[in-house]
Antibody, heavy 116, light 108 residues
Framework: EIQLQESGPGLVKPSQSLSLTCSVTGYTITSGYDWSWIRKFPGNKMEWMGYISYSGSTNYNPSLKSRISITRDTSKNQFFLQLNSVTTEDTATYYC?????????WGQGVMVTVSS | AIVLNQSPSSIVASQGEKVTITCRASSSISSNYLHWYQQKPGAFPKLVIYSTSYRASGIPSRFSGSGSGTSYSFTISRVEAEDVATYYCQQGSSNPYTFGAGTKLELK
């Protein structure tokens, strides 16, 4: 069974960086698909933040382009999200996902609050 | 970015009733790249319909989708209690991929 699991701090201070890890089991992230980060804000708005492809190329939402970085560690079968200079507006539930223009496989999500 | 205008924002329906959600895109989308998700409280989103009209694995036949170009719809033919959730359309045609604002389905 393929599973994705997010991990990382649930509380980040404004102006700091948000860092999350997605651990994938049951499938090798270099075998295929785009490994994505998607977030859901309080009030239901959803935003596709970006992805790292199975080949290692990245694609970011232009609204985040100056702040976001998605990387991976293929030896651990993990991929990572770093979002810099966070504000309270980055408070959201963050999901990692396996995608190919659509998402059939999601992690459980991790809630991240940005607050001092 | 392609904006997806989803309506209505909420629906209150009786069990057995038919409900329809519409999703209008600000630019034309290939029907291969318009998808629908169901999200129940406390859970991750679940793919229900992909490529406009194809049911994902394990999805009951009461769920259906249709559309083309800039106008798409999602229908539950006979609402059941377990269908209470928020539904989202999503386009994967153009980067950045975008979601509709969601439609919250509640039971009377």
């Amino acid at each position: 069974e393929i599973q994705l699991q997010e991990s990382g701090p649930g509380l980040v201070k404004p102006s700091q960086s948000l860092s999350l890890t997605c651990s994938v089991t049951g499938y090798t992230i270099t075998s295929g698909y785009d490994w994505s980060w998607i977030r859901k804000f309080p009030g239901n708005k959803m935003e596709w933040m970006g992805y790292i492809s199975y080949s290692g190329s990245t694609n970011y939402n232009p609204s985040l382009k100056s702040r976001i970085s998605i990387t991976r560690d293929t030896s651990k079968n993990q991929f990572f999200l770093q979002l810099n200079s966070v504000t309270t507006e980055d408070t959201a539930t963050y999901y990692c996902a396996r995608a190919l223009t659509t998402v059939a496989l999601w992690g459980q999500g991790v809630m991240v609050t940005v607050s001092s | 970015a392609i904006v997806l205008n989803q309506s209505p924002s909420s629906i209150v329906a009786s069990q057995g009733e038919k409900v329809t959600i519409t999703c209008r895109a600000s630019s034309s989308i290939s029907s291969n790249y318009l998808h629908w998700y169901q999200q129940k409280p406390g859970a991750f989103p679940k793919l229900v319909i992909y490529s406009t009209s194809y049911r994902a694995s394990g999805i009951p036949s009461r769920f259906s989708g249709s559309g083309s170009g800039t106008s798409y719809s999602f229908t539950i033919s006979r609402v059941e209690a377990e269908d209470v959730a928020t539904y989202y359309c999503q386009q994967g045609s153009s980067n950045p991929y975008t979601f509709g604002a969601g439609t919250k389905l509640e039971l009377k």
